[in-house]
């Protein structure tokens, strides 16, 4: 097995919306913000070569959109899913699963594109099986008024029509050991129905792909949720027991969307559970 973080571009988001109730004069030493109160996100993708399997974890925001949907999110960067693809020898026709830990616009954007004549839309990775699960597809296919604006129907609805779309397959508690992709599952309810969050046994060590339950180093601390969590006191029981895990078993805790720290680990501290190392994904994955 090898991985690779895919680097998809980046954009800014409101620093008050990323922290919640968490006041600026705190946050805005881990995460500063600019003159508009806007903080550096990353798209950071995964992408997991195990034998004749290629998957992609997450896609990021994509390039289909209009110019004022992506003036909101203040892009920045040269990043691009192919380019990042390219960069380890591969194109996205070489992908054979794309995983999506939710499909929210910025986790699965890039999973659609549009046709040739951009008459409609079509998978963006062609020979690829596509993988939520029932929970949360029947949740983003029938969204509630404050995350519709997440949720794109033209993100999703074609990798069904395509039929390229699976589910994975739900345990009967939060956690499935070993998934039809190969790896352990973490479901997680705050911040939206039944987020996915893989755990990869790779070499010696536990990478854990954190998406949304973990957004950057900065959130670490238990009260720090985003105010886009819909159900943020559901989200604190849930980091604890992550976090708590994460540091008990040395997890290297892969960040979706810190632009400057790419996989931290974290220890006990007499606070509960911090910041104890930040590494490159060069350092961890190669």
């Given at each position: 097995m090898k991985l690779y973080p895919i680097e998809t571009g980046n954009f800014k988001l409101d620093g008050g919306a990323m922290f919640g109730v968490v006041p600026k004069t705190i946050w805005n030493r881990t995460n500063p913000a600019d003159d508009n109160n806007l903080i550096d996100i990353a798209a950071?993708?995964?992408?997991?070569?195990?034998?004749?399997?290629?998957?992609?974890?997450?896609?990021?925001?994509?390039?289909?959109?209009?110019?004022?949907?992506?003036?909101?999110?203040?892009?920045?960067?040269t990043h691009s899913m192919d380019k990042s693809l390219a960069k380890y020898g591969f194109h996205r026709d070489d992908v054979t699963d794309v995983f999506m830990t939710h499909l929210h616009f910025?986790?699965?954007?890039?999973?659609?594109?549009?046709?040739?004549?951009?008459?409609?839309?079509?998978?963006?990775?062609?020979?690829?099986?596509?993988?939520?699960?029932?929970?949360?597809?029947?949740?983003?296919?029938?969204?509630?008024?404050?995350?519709?604006?997440?949720?794109?129907?033209?993100?999703?609805?074609?990798?069904?029509e395509s039929g390229q779309l699976n589910f994975v397959k739900r345990p009967e508690g939060d956690f499935l050991e070993t998934s039809e992709l190969g790896f352990g599952i973490f479901f997680?309810?705050?911040?939206?129905?039944?987020?996915?969050?893989?755990?990869?046994?790779?070499?010696?060590?536990?990478?854990?792909?954190?998406a949304d339950l973990l957004a950057t180093a900065g959130h670490i601390p238990i009260p720090y949720v985003m105010g886009y969590d819909t159900r943020p006191l559901l989200t604190m029981p849930e980091k604890t027991k992550f976090l708590t895990s994460a540091a008990d078993n040395d997890y290297y805790l892969f960040l979706?969307?810190?632009a400057h720290n790419e996989i931290v680990t974290v220890q006990h501290t007499e606070k509960g559970v911090r910041l104890k190392d930040v590494f490159t994904a060069e350092e961890i994955l190669t």
């Open positions: 950071r993708c995964l992408l997991i070569e195990d034998g004749d399997r290629l998957i992609l974890v997450d896609t990021g925001m994509g390039n289909k959109q209009s110019e004022k949907f992506f003036g909101y999110y203040s892009l920045w960067g910025d986790h699965c954007g890039g999973s659609v594109q549009w046709n040739a004549d951009k008459t409609g839309y079509e998978p963006a990775f062609k020979n690829a099986k596509f993988w939520s699960n029932e929970n949360h597809w029947e949740w983003a296919t029938k969204p509630n008024p404050r995350e519709k604006a997440s949720f794109l129907s033209e993100n999703i609805l074609p990798m069904q997680a309810d705050g911040h939206t129905e039944k987020q996915m969050i893989p755990h990869i046994k790779y070499k010696d060590k536990t990478i854990v792909f954190c979706e969307h810190d």
